[in-house]
């Protein structure tokens, strides 16, 4: 069977030979527990149909025995009211029951040691997917730590630290220079509006002085006309 090839590839084969063979072991590897869990399906199956074929010939060998016992019931019978031609008549069919019976026979029980052949066949296979399962986590984790670790090795041997280093610093003093002007733009745009504040600020008194002069005026002349309005009452 195909499956045994699996088995042995997956199963007697270590890491190394599986990273050899396969660009990609863990698909392999994951092609692999595929392919054995459709063996077993397939042997699962093919189990059952034996399993059917089984119980078809057993029951065909058990009617067979009660066919030769009830030929044989009828042939006491036929002796027991002294008729000895009927009962040879039953006896002879007998004879060809008892044929029967060890034709059933030997087919239910080449039948039946194959089906435990099959049934054995499947425990196998089960117990093999099962610990390839439990495998299969251990192998796809080393693959990946080798993975990782030839990635980490070729990353440290193109990289320079000194070089880079140098590109850190000059950045920071971009970014200080950055803020120096920011800050200068700030100081000169906080300038400019204290000047407009200043000038805003004396309007605002004029129009406030305006204002006041306005009040006094028009309360100075409220108070130069009441005496008038007393007298001529």
Known sequence: MGVFKRLSDIL?????DLIDRAEDPEKMVKQIIIDMQTELNKATQNYGKAKASERLAEKKYQDAVKISADWESKAKAALAKGDTELAKKALAKKVKADEDVASYKEMYESISNQTDA???QVEILKDKLEE???????LIARSQMADTQ??????SGGFDASSSFEKFNRMEEKIVRKEAEASAFTEIAGGED???QSFEDI???AKVDAELARLMAEMGGDQNDAPASETEE
Do not use: F, T, Y
């Not at 007697?12 to 190394?16: E, I, L, P, Q, Y």
């Not at 390839?132 to 251990?138: E, G, H, N, W």
């Open 194 to 196: 204290s000047l407009s």
């Open 12 to 16: 007697r084969s270590n890491v190394n």
């Open 150 to 155: 030839k990635n980490l090795a070729k990353s």
């Open 203 to 205: 309007e605002k008194d």
């Open 132 to 138: 390839a399962k439990s495998r299969q986590a251990m």
């Open 118 to 120: 099959i049934g054995d």
